[in-house]
């Protein structure tokens, strides 16, 4: 195959997902569309008459909502991972996954960041958070975690969708050679003038380096900022120095596994088998690894040093209360969730199964928005004070509102997928033409 | 905004006629008299009503028979929050929880808004004063002529003018005066028989617990209902305040641990109705000749018979352990005085009056009677009627011989055990006349309602006791058009076929003439013109003298011997014992309708809005229930379906239920002089299950030694080492307000709850709320039953509020700044910066703060009771205990505007207001003389979660465990 055919042959793949969306496609969406729109409906409720909807109460102030805020900031943190610091690292794997990866970013953290502001008792004052100039001269309390979220979240957002736009402008350049119509003028935008002169490409490489060394401190500070909503408060169980790492590999579990839930359908889908083959899922697979033996020794790490305190310390209580109290089978599980399953993967031939690999990405999802809930929760329900302590439990609404959240970022991805190219043309088109012939082969074909 | 001329009453028109009743009580010297029907605009204001200024009124609260004299603090016309009068020589400025919520029943949205009269269809229709009144002279006139008892009246205890005005219209009406029934239920009657009994005096002693060194209560709830709750228990704290030997013990006798017992040091767990087995083995070995304790003389001639009681035999009836009624004798000869009470509603059976006999006797063997129990001083302006007294009413009733029934503040078919069949009586009874407030089970058989005033709208008086008459005067214009029942049978008076020669139809002259005559013996002298003197009285709250002493009672020979009979033993027939008791917050039931006293819950069971059934953890594990589940229980009487709660206070063969409508039903009709009696019970598992609304979550400290303990050996608490600062403390340059909370002296009562919720606007929520665990009191009583599951019973009480730390754990985690610290070391939270993001409740070690869940509703009228001073909170915000910021800047303004600073003791947040033990001392931590830093620097101090070293503002005085028996 000559460089020429190779490069039309990705293009054509790429520009066949763009195609017209068949019926599963309008399924899907109206599926994700409804989750959403039942979640909105559902929160509704809650701005009309207040939070008593949900099950939260004293001492359980946070529930469902946070859980969810903590789980899809998670979920945004893989997709930078990949972009940026496997760019950086030169892991060629990358390259087929990870526009995936860095639209379920944005998108993730467009979902993640609605979740703080919708559990506020009065949401209608958010901006509250924001330290902009007003009369009354009220400003916000840099002290308080939450602040930092505001800036965390936002910052996150910003770059992360700036990286998305900045890789998608040859993409786009490409793709409005040959559209029509509203995606001609669509691709023109989002091409930013792009004509692939050599001056252009001299400058997008280093601004796209420049991207990727400015993105990759965000994955470790966004998620340790995140933590730090728990571990500088006073309460057992949160109050802990090891939260910003152990949820750093956490959120990297969460968003890798979410990617190969994302990916394998997609391939799927939109025949990229020849794209995203089994070796760049073996390499996610992989990841998945790692970063589940990190939390799994958090997990331990944790549970070893509360087990150390002598009886009647509120830490040790909390967490044997963890594993015997009445959430006891939510940390069971995620522990099956979250460290057996990902151990399971170090073999060979347990990752190369696409159906078992897919079944322990939907495992580890589970645990890990278990994990948040279990973080959040438990250690809220079980305090000093052992005469307040109580059990919460969702209520629908709050369950409605988090099946929003999913139905929010399928809705948005659905809509994405057929916006911006799923794989990066240009830097596959740049491997096939450096790769020689049968480095190809080797690559693609494994 | 609604038009404000669709409103019934506006702002503008209620704030206009207050302030003509304002105008009008400047007329009169400091009290408004009646309504005054003329508007005074606001161009002349009264001298005495500043908007914006509190004006207060000394009256009188008529929620249970003790008749403590009250504050009541008045805003632009209405009253808004009561408080204990300082001079009553009862209360002390203190109020209990049903005290604090008399405002409730004067706001409450179903109170009666005019005269009812039942119309052809059984429904009760709107009528005239005059039609009413009109109608029931007539009505009088017809059952007059029909020859005496054809006219019955049924009134709660009324020991002042009503109760005068009563039985001179009853004997105008040509009533016997046994046609005028006294229902109090929880009175002790039996304790007034045994009296009559052995003294020949029918009547209750007025006690003084502060000198005794020994105190045993046989089921008698002294700081929750018993006589006077509130004077009870601040003599307790007085007994218990004295260091060393000197400290008084109590002992609590009965199947069942009540929140008196809490604060006993000892509890003799005697079975139900051994009560009488334990008082007469203590009496037996009190008169053993080896005890070196001389047998008062009156007493030599039982000895003999009581030395023929087998003390094991005692002690097996009674269900203890025999040594321990020994133990308990040898310690009441040797602390001496000492106090016996008894028996409580809780300890009364078929033998109560031989219960309180044998406690009387108990007493006189160690010479407290004249001492601690001091008889003579019962005025006996009223006296309660004994269960045959109403069971005589009642078949009179049922038997068609009564015309006219008058109902004073009395609900037999709502408070009695429905086995004495009072609604079928009433039934029977051509015209049932209520002067009730609000609707009652009784209403809802009446033919004419007469709604009566509150007592915060009324003219009256209450002899409390020789020296005390405690005087009520209206603090604001009656709500509705309800007219005062005395004046009602005044002028009733005037309409009868031979009018009565009633001077007047005012309750105010009513009062005055009997001024003149409290006047006399408070001065000696009678005045010269009694206006002036009883203007001032009422300024003060009452009249109040010093007694001159009565002739000793001496026991009548041959009176004791009836009484030393063995009690029979326990049945044995499968079934358990069911105690009822009474409870701080519910009383006998009645106040089960009063928001504040539903919704706070249950000091012991932390059960609010629902009755509940205690059952001990065996029994509980035998019948295969759980807290929650539904049981019922079946006596001889009826049955009835109630949620358990697991308790591990009350003995295995036992089960309690608290006073109240839900378990009438199963009430035994008792035939004795006490109106609730104990019974034997089949329980069983009904199989369903509710939510019961519990505010517990885990009722043991799980080895965290939350609340420590101090004895004789061990004086003071353990305290971490917390010299190591990371950090600058904040500056306090003026103030530091700080509180101290003596454990020893807290019972548990409730009443600073209460009164917290009336001075700050704190919503009640409801049932459903308090189920999900959404309480919204800034001030709890966490109850700590032991250190683990099925570990040893050892209550402890914790009073939690906001402890206004100086490094609170609240304060950086608020992105707003919503809530911070102020320069005088408050923790101040600021309702309208708040966003809700909830994080400082979660940081918060204390678990203090409440979240507007929703908009909290102050149902017409109940939001007039509003304090203007505090804010009312609007749903997404958090909120918590101020320290009653409204109090100290009120005291801080005046302080400025006088030129001076601060005295110490010049705060009170409302809590410590209130406390009846005194438990609460507010003040400023920076004077190291103040009251509040000598206390805190006591051997007994410690701080909650102290070891988190968030510098909490409260410090604790653990509460002070007796040293073991020599």
């Known amino acids: ?446 | 905004m609604s038009d404000p001329s669709q409103r019934p009453v506006g702002r503008r028109t209620f704030l206009q006629v207050a302030g003509a009743a304002g105008a009008a009580s400047v007329a009169a010297g400091c009290s408004p008299r009646a309504a005054v029907q003329k508007l005074v605009p606001w161009i002349v204001p009264p001298d005495d009503v500043v908007p914006g200024q509190p004006l207060f009124y000394r009256t009188l609260c008529r929620e249970c028979a003790a008749g403590c004299g009250v504050t009541a603090r008045t805003r632009e016309g209405r009253a808004v929050k009561l408080e204990g009068n300082p001079e009553d020589p009862i209360g002390r400025g203190a109020l209990c929880a049903r005290g604090q919520a008399a405002l409730q029943a004067l706001y409450h949205p179903e109170r009666f808004k005019g005269p009812l009269r039942r119309g052809a269809g059984g429904a009760l229709a709107p009528t005239s004063w005059d039609e009413a009144e009109d109608a029931l002279a007539q009505a009088l006139a017809a059952a007059q002529a029909k020859g005496p008892g054809r006219i019955r009246l049924l009134t709660r205890l009324e020991p002042g003018a009503t109760g005068a005005v009563q039985r001179a219209f009853m004997k105008a009406v040509g009533a016997r005066p046994e046609d005028r029934v006294v229902l109090e239920p929880l009175d002790p009657a039996p304790l007034r028989r045994a009296s009559e009994a052995l003294f020949g005096r029918a009547e209750l002693p007025v006690l003084d617990l502060s000198a005794a060194r020994s105190i045993v209560s046989f089921g008698a709830d002294l700081v929750e209902t018993w006589l006077s709750p509130v004077e009870l228990a601040r003599q307790l704290a007085a007994a218990r305040g004295r260091l060393g030997a000197e400290r008084a013990r109590l002992t609590w006798v009965g199947p069942r641990l009540a929140l008196t017992g809490v604060s006993a040091d000892r509890w003799i767990r005697c079975r139900s109705g051994g009560e009488l087995a334990v008082a007469l083995g203590i009496l037996r070995a009190l008169v053993e000749p080896a005890r070196g304790v001389p047998v008062p003389e009156e007493l030599r001639a039982v000895v003999p018979r009581l030395q023929r009681l087998a003390p094991e035999e005692l002690a097996a009836r009674a269900g203890v352990p025999s040594g321990e009624l020994e133990r308990l004798a040898r310690e009441l000869a040797r602390r001496r005085p000492s106090a016996l009470l008894g028996p409580g509603a809780q300890a009364q059976g078929p033998e109560a009056t031989q219960l309180a006999a044998v406690v009387l006797l108990a007493n006189v063997a160690l010479g407290n009677v004249g001492r601690t129990l001091r008889y003579g001083l019962d005025a006996r302006e009223d006296v309660p009627s004994s269960a045959a007294d109403l069971r005589a009413l009642l078949g009179a009733m049922s038997a068609g011989e009564v015309d006219v029934l008058l109902v004073q503040h009395a609900d037999p078919v709502g408070t009695l055990p429905t086995a004495l069949h009072a609604a079928d009586a009433l039934a029977k009874v051509p015209l049932v006349a209520s002067f009730a407030l609000r609707p009652d089970a009784t209403t809802a058989r009446a033919h004419l309602v007469l709604p009566d005033h509150h007592t915060l709208e009324s003219f009256g008086d209450a002899v409390a006791r020789d020296g005390v008459v405690n005087l009520a005067q209206p603090v604001m214009t009656p709500l509705a058009d309800t007219r005062q029942a005395m004046q009602v049978l005044l002028e009733l008076g005037g309409k009868l076929p031979v009018p009565a020669s009633f001077p007047s139809t005012d309750p105010y002259d009513v009062v005055l003439a009997r001024a003149a005559e409290h006047a006399t013996r408070a001065t000696g002298a009678p005045p010269a013109d009694v206006a002036p003197v009883h203007r001032e009285a009422l300024q003060r709250g009452g009249y109040w003298w010093d007694p001159e002493p009565r002739p000793p009672v001496r026991l009548r020979p041959g009176a004791a011997e009836p009484f030393l009979a063995l009690p029979p033993p326990p049945a044995a027939d499968g079934a358990l014992d069911l105690v009822v008791f009474p409870t701080a917050l519910r009383g006998d039931g009645r106040g089960a309708d009063l928001p504040w006293l539903r919704d706070v819950p249950d000091a012991l069971s932390s059960v609010s809005w629902s009755p509940w059934l205690e059952v001990s953890p065996a029994t509980a594990a035998r019948l295969g229930v759980g807290t929650g589940d539904l049981v019922s229980i079946e006596t001889a009487a009826g049955r009835a379906e109630v949620p358990a709660y697991v308790f591990a206070g009350i003995r295995d063969d036992a089960v309690a239920l608290p006073l109240g409508a839900e378990v009438l039903s199963v009430l035994p009709a008792s035939a004795g002089a006490a109106f609730y009696w104990a019974a034997r019970a089949t329980v069983a598992r009904a199989g369903r299950r509710t939510r019961l609304p519990l505010l517990e979550g885990s009722p043991y400290q799980h080895a965290r030694e939350l609340v420590p303990v101090v004895t004789a050996a061990a004086p003071s608490p353990r305290r971490p080492d917390l010299s190591a600062r990371m950090y600058r403390e904040p500056d306090h340059p003026e103030h530091r307000w700080a509180m101290v909370i003596d454990l020893d002296r807290c019972t548990g009562c409730q009443a600073c709850v209460v009164a917290c919720t009336a001075e700050n606007n704190v919503p009640v929520m409801g049932a459903d709320a308090a189920r999900e665990g959404r309480y919204m009191g800034w001030i709890r009583v966490e109850r700590y039953l032991g250190d683990e599951p099925g570990g040893e019973l050892d209550v402890r009480l914790l009073l939690m509020l906001c402890q206004h730390c100086t490094n609170a754990p609240c304060e950086p985690v608020c992105p707003v700044y919503a809530t911070y610290h102020t320069p005088e070391g408050l923790n101040a939270q600021i309702y309208n910066r708040c966003v809700g993001t909830r994080y400082c409740s979660n940081n918060c070690p204390y678990k203090v703060r409440t979240f507007n869940w929703r908009d909290a509703r102050f149902e017409r009228p109940l939001d007039l009771q509003l304090n203007p001073d505090v804010t009312v909170r609007s749903r997404g915000v958090m909120e918590k205990c101020t320290f009653c910021i409204q109090r100290i800047r009120y005291a801080e303004n005046l302080a400025r505007d006088e030129g001076r600073h601060v005295a110490d003791g010049e705060i009170q947040p409302a809590c410590a207001q209130t406390c009846p033990a005194q438990a609460i001392t507010f003040g400023d931590a920076k004077d190291p003389a103040s009251r509040v830093s000598r206390l805190a620097r006591d051997g007994r101090a410690f701080r909650a979660l102290e070891a988190v070293n968030a510098g909490p503002a409260i410090t604790y005085l653990a509460r002070v465990r007796p040293e073991a028996e020599p």
């Open chain 1, 1 to 446: 195959m000559s460089a020429t055919e190779s490069f039309r042959s990705i293009e054509d793949t790429v520009r066949a997902t763009h195609g017209r969306p068949g019926p599963a496609y309008w399924i899907g969406l109206a599926l994700a569309g409804g989750v959403a729109a039942f979640g909105a409906w559902s929160y509704s409720l809650i701005v009309r008459t207040g939070l008593h909807w949900t099950g939260l109460q004293r001492p359980g102030m946070w529930g469902n909502l946070i859980t969810d805020f903590v789980f899809w900031v998670g979920i945004a943190h893989s997709g930078t991972l990949i972009s940026a610091i496997l760019f950086l690292f030169r892991a060629r794997f990358r390259t087929a996954v990870y526009r995936v990866a860095e639209m379920m970013t944005v998108f993730a953290v467009m979902t993640a960041g609605l979740y703080p502001i919708l559990h506020l008792g009065r949401p209608w004052f958010a901006y509250w958070l924001f330290p902009y100039p007003n009369q009354r001269e009220l400003w916000v309390n840099f002290r308080s975690p939450l602040i930092w979220d505001v800036f965390a979240i936002s910052t996150y957002l910003i770059v992360s969708t700036v990286f998305l736009l900045v890789g998608v402008a040859p993409d786009a350049a490409a793709l409005r050679e040959r559209a029509t119509g509203w995606r001609r003028r669509l691709y023109a935008v989002l091409a930013f003038g792009w004509r692939g002169t050599d001056e252009q490409w001299r400058h997008y490489t280093r601004a796209y380096l420049f991207f990727a060394a400015f993105a990759t401190p965000l994955v470790v500070s966004v998620h340790s900022v995140v933590s730090w909503d728990f571990a500088v408060s006073v309460l057992p169980g949160w109050h802990s120095t090891l939260f910003p790492p152990y949820f750093v590999a956490g959120a990297i579990l969460s968003g890798v596994a979410m990617v190969i839930l994302i990916l394998v359908p997609l391939r799927r889908a939109f025949r990229l088998e020849a794209l995203i083959t089994p070796h760049h899922l073996d390499m996610l697979a992989r990841l998945i690894v790692l970063t589940g033996l990190v939390v799994t020794y958090s997990y331990a790490t944790e549970i070893l040093l509360a087990l150390q305190e002598p009886a009647g310390d509120p830490e040790r209580s909390t967490f044997l209360y963890r594993m015997t109290g009445p959430y006891a089978p939510v940390f069971w599980t995620m522990v099956l969730c979250n460290c057996v399953g990902p151990v399971l993967l170090i073999i060979p031939a347990v990752r190369r199964r696409t159906a078992v690999l897919f079944g322990i990405c939907v495992a580890i999802t589970v645990g890990m928005w278990l994990e948040r809930f279990n973080i959040v929760v438990t250690s809220l329900s079980h305090d000093r004070l052992p005469f307040d302590w109580r059990v919460y439990v969702p209520t629908w609404v709050e369950w409605a509102v988090t099946a929003g959240a999913f139905g929010w970022f399928f809705f948005l991805f659905l809509v994405g997928l057929k916006l911006v190219p799923p794989v990066s043309i240009a830097e596959l088109k740049e491997e096939a033409a450096h790769a020689p012939a049968g480095a190809e082969e080797a690559t693609h074909g494994r």
